[in-house]
């Protein structure tokens, strides 16, 4: 879910270098030329120590706080297999993206690719309102209110596919796809007012929700993945469209 981390860094540093004479770097701030022999190892040092500037966010560049980071609206429907549900979250807060640490980053100036990994040192929550209605493991579910989901040892893996467009003399890199993994070692889940607020049905269904985690978010991953790569690939894209590449990372 903190994809989206590494690709703000990347406006960040695309608006930072644009106006230079008007807003200072970040203190320590790396700058990544294309030709340097260790460009990836650069990049991933830059992005690492920009991280405590980024979850500040930028009001005046439009890049938002980024922890917590606010989704007004998440859905995911998956209409076939053992988990059948149409999932719906609104105001939607992602909850610990500061401790995120960028473990690897590749970036293919041929074939107009960036690919970047990343896990948390400490646990992602996603706090919010959900609603649910499907059948899960057989079950039938149903209810909406509050909801706690919380993440262990989350890892993720970003492929981001580009393409190089010329305006004005200019080459810029253009977010055509955005492709989106993760992994987790423990899913916990609560939600609330299941079953109209059934204090039988509810709390049994939570119950059997963190007994299976692992088979509910096997069959829920393909739709999350694809889900949070649309929602970051919006936000990303706002901001490549803006600056020259190689504002971004000089030739010399």
Known sequence: MNSILFFVFICEFLIFI????IVKLPKGFLKCKQNEPNFNDCVLEASNLAVPELVKGQ???GIPIIDPLRIINLQINQGHGPVSIKLNFTDLDIIGISSSTVSDVKI????????VKLYQNAPLTLSGQYAIDGKVLVLPINGKGPCNLTLYDFKEEVDGHFEPIEKNGEIFWILKKMKFDFTT???YINLENLFNGDKNLGPQMNIFLNENWHEILEELRPAISDALATIFTQIAQRFFERVP????????
């Open 18 to 21: 644009q106006t230079a004479q």
């Open 245 to 252: 590449i190689t504002h971004v990372f000089p030739k010399k």
């Open 59 to 61: 009001p005046k560049f």
């Open 185 to 187: 070692s423990k899913l």
């Open 108 to 115: 293919d100036f041929n074939t107009y690719q960036i690919k």
